[in-house]
Structures are given as C-alpha cells and as structure tokens.
C-alpha cells in the first residue's frame, strides 16, 4: 500500500519505515513528488489536531490522489515553569532566543534550558499525533514515549533530529540516547508509535 508521509525530514520517514519493515507498506515522503505543496499553517491546539490538518491538506493538494499520513510532535517537560514548557511549540523558543532554527542554536537553548533548573536531566515526555486522510478517511490517534532530556549531548548528531542527541530511554537498566540505539531498540522503544500508525492503517484498509 503506497502512502504518502507528510514530511521532508528524513530521518522521519526512517524512523517509521523500520516499524513497519517486512509489511506491504510503501511510504514515500514530499522529497518524493516532483512538486512543491506549500507547508500548511498549523493552528491546532496540541499534536492530534496538527496531525489532523496536515494529513486533510496534503491530501487536497496532491496531484495524484494517495493516503496520506501526518505526525505531529509535542513535547512536555516536568519540574518546568509553563512559559519553559515547549508543548506542540518545540521550535518556537529556539527562534525566539536566536531568531532562526537550527540544531545547533536548538542544542543550546534546550541544553541552557536543563541548566537553569540546576538538573542533569528534565524528565520528557513525547505525545506524537498522528492522522491519515484518504479522501473518505480522516481519523487521528496519539501515541507516545518518555525518558529524560539531557543537558549533555551526545557526541553522535543527528541532522534534522535534534532531540534524538539529547534524549535518552531506560534499555535493561541503562541510559542511553535515542540516536544510538540499535534497530531492535529502535521498534521496540517505538512500538506504541507503531500501534497508533498501524491502526489508522487499517481503519484506511
């Protein structure tokens, strides 16, 4: 089944295509049609409602009509004043401080932003919105994942995928960064990630 991934972020389409590694889903993104679609404005109040908009515009502005699966991610801090609270904002602080995102000002800003509560890490939560529109379809579903931002940042970069260098899951009783998990640690720290796209996927079937 061809679908289309609402994203340009390539290790994004990654992420999702080793979930689903082995099953007949062919996932292709927007680097993959020879147009642009112009990026939607996402005045959702948290990651279901953005999934849901991006998903319901895409669809609309395809050329060729496939369904089309969006994510959405949001991120809450504990211990954290409201205002230092990223949310579904996750870029918004950073160009704020600096004027512009990249992963380099964002590796500071989040890295000064565990500092300032004089901590080694901030316990983080990931809630992920997820929606798929088909034309008949439009259904969204969450999903989500926790462990803990630190302040250090792992010596492996990921471009493109900031958070991955700064946070880390608890495998068998050790701490270790998202980016250096292996493919088996990967699908099973991702799995209600799977759960979430794989129902939507069937609601579509």
């Known amino acids: 089944m061809k679908v289309l991934f609402a994203t340009t972020n390539q290790n994004k389409i990654s992420r999702i295509r080793k979930l689903f590694k082995g099953t007949d889903l062919d996932l292709v993104s927007l680097n993959d049609l020879d147009y642009e679609i112009k990026e939607p404005e996402e005045i959702g109040k948290n990651g279901l409602e953005n999934s849901i908009i991006k998903a319901e515009y895409y669809y609309k502005n395809l050329k060729i009509k496939m369904p089309v699966l ?27 401080k600096f004027g512009e995102f990249t992963d380099e000002n964002a590796y500071i800003h989040y890295s000064d932003l565990v500092t300032k509560y ?46 991955s260098d700064m946070f880390k899951l608890n495998i068998n009783g050790f701490w270790k960064y998202y980016s250096n998990l292996n493919e088996e640690e990967l699908i099973e720290q991702d799995n209600d990630i799977k759960r979430s796209i794989a129902g939507l996927l069937n609601k579509y079937n």
């Not at 919105?129 to 990921?158: D, F, M, P």
Request: aromatic content about 10%.
């Open 118 to 163: 004089n901590k080694e890490y901030l316990d983080i939560k990931f809630i992920y919105g997820h929606a798929i529109c088909s034309g008949e379809v439009l259904e969204g579903s969450e999903s989500s994942i926790s462990g803990r931002l630190y302040s250090e940042i792992n010596s492996i970069r990921t471009p493109g995928y900031f958070l």
């Open 70 to 96: 969006a994510q959405d991610d949001t991120i809450f801090l504990s211990e954290v004043i409201e205002e230092d609270n990223p949310k579904k904002d996750i870029k918004l602080p950073v160009i704020k």
